[in-house]
């Protein structure tokens, strides 16, 4: 498994424009991409602007579609002007 977490924080104008574009691209990425079998979006209960996402993909090469997907790409030039700050990690599970 590949895994991804990611640490946006979200200019606070934007904020409500950005949860449902997150919630959407989720919800896209799970129905159309086999090789996405987790995404959850979580926001931050002591800063409501910091958004973080658990990504699970079958290998790197399913993350790196997913990052090549028409959806993602759309999201991404959307919301690149939303964004203060975004951290990127990613993890392989150790059996």
Not at 12 to 25: Q, R, S, V
Not at 35 to 57: I, K, P, R
Not at 69 to 89: C, G, M, P, V, Y
């Amino acid at each position: 498994m590949y895994v991804i977490t990611v640490l946006f924080s979200i200019k606070p104008a934007y904020l409500d424009k950005f949860l449902p574009e997150m919630l959407a691209n989720a919800a896209t990425s799970l129905k159309q991409e086999p090789g996405c079998l987790q995404f959850d979006v979580c926001q931050s209960t002591e800063n409501t602007n910091q958004v973080y996402l658990y990504e699970v993909y079958q290998h790197q090469q399913a993350f790196d579609d997913h990052l090549n997907s028409a959806h993602f790409l759309s999201f991404s030039e959307t919301t690149k002007n939303w964004i203060e700050d975004k951290q990127i990690s990613s993890y392989i599970q150790l059996k």
